[in-house]
């Protein structure tokens, strides 16, 4: 486990899938991370890479050639070396491996930096193509807070505020986590999500189109909560295991096929092209209170 801190936060990050495992305000010593109880869902901050959900019959093809890959890709399963590590930053690099080439035919470099500043973790993606050809890839952020976080208070008592009024569906998850071929209402010229447990039980709330780059989480009968900016990711994921005590806040660059996909990863719904020597650049931050 690897820390870094502020004066008035402390993250904890493990070597596996760069993963964040704690977030603590030093102010008001609460984690705001999920504990990652492997009875009800064991991780606490995966990262998705080189894809984002499931691919139909976990299969894509490229160039001719089919490629097999598992729900959300094989980055969070991985060790990822440490290449700079200060008192308030650290950045962990993933480089492809013959491993990795079996099932994803790109060469990368994948960096995740953690910087801590005030009361505020900054979460940098970085994808470079060391290669000549392009690549082509999708990337989450799969991070999951603690609901309820204050005592005497219950999961209803919370609620995600967006800074824009959204009109939006929810695309749902079907058979083999495909998305369905149709949305449904969710959100009306709101900017409000009232946490229910219920919301999830068929599986996650996918977004798309968001006017909002922030969310927040928050209670009335708390003054803690956190807030996250999510600048330049075009689709948005809220999960949470049945009947569990957290929500994932899901930006993510990509997203799950549907059943009408061609499987052809270039044409893939959200999938990012980057050329050869070029680097892709996304940060999110969350902000405790």
């Avoid at 979460?123 to 952020?141: C, D, H, R, W």
């Avoid at 058979?175 to 369905?180: E, K, N, P, R, V």
């Avoid at 071929?181 to 229910?196: G, H, V």
């Avoid at 219920?198 to 009335?220: E, H, I, M, N, P």
Wanted: aromatic share 12%; charged share 20%.
């Amino acid at each position: 486990m690897f820390t870094i801190e502020s004066p008035l936060l402390k993250a904890t990050i493990q070597a596996k899938g760069a993963e964040l495992t704690s977030l603590v305000h030093k102010e008001t010593g609460i984690d705001h991370m999920w504990s990652g109880d492997p009875a009800v869902w064991g991780k606490h901050s995966p990262i998705l890479f080189p894809i984002v959900g499931s691919l139909k019959d976990n299969t894509y093809y490229y160039q001719g050639q089919a490629y097999q890959l598992s729900r959300h890709g094989f980055a969070r399963e991985l060790p990822f070396a440490v290449e700079t590590h200060t008192a308030d930053a650290i950045t962990f690099l993933l480089k492809h491996s013959a491993e990795t080439l079996k099932v994803f035919p790109f060469a990368f470099e994948l960096r995740l930096t953690y910087t801590a500043i005030d009361d505020t973790l900054g979460l940098t993606y970085q994808v470079s193509n060391p290669a000549k050809e392009p690549m082509y890839f999708s990337i989450g952020a799969h991070p999951a807070f603690k609901v309820p976080l204050a005592p005497d208070t219950a999961y209803t008592d919370y609620y995600l505020e967006f800074d824009q009024p959204e009109t939006a569906g929810r695309w749902h998850l079907e058979t083999g986590g495909l998305l369905a071929s149709a949305s449904t209402p969710l959100l009306d010229n709101t900017n409000l999500l009232p946490l229910r447990k219920d919301l999830f039980y068929k599986d996650a709330l996918v977004l798309k189109g968001l006017r909002s780059t922030q969310v927040t989480l928050r209670s009335a009968s708390t003054a803690h909560g956190l807030r996250m900016d999510f600048p330049g990711f075009p689709f948005f994921g809220i999960w949470a295991a049945v009947d569990a005590d957290f929500v994932c806040l899901e930006p993510w660059c990509g997203i799950t096929d549907s059943a009408q996909t061609s499987q052809q990863l270039p044409e893939k719904e959200g999938i990012n092209r980057l050329a050869g020597g070029e680097s892709f650049r996304r940060t999110c931050t969350l902000q405790l209170f």
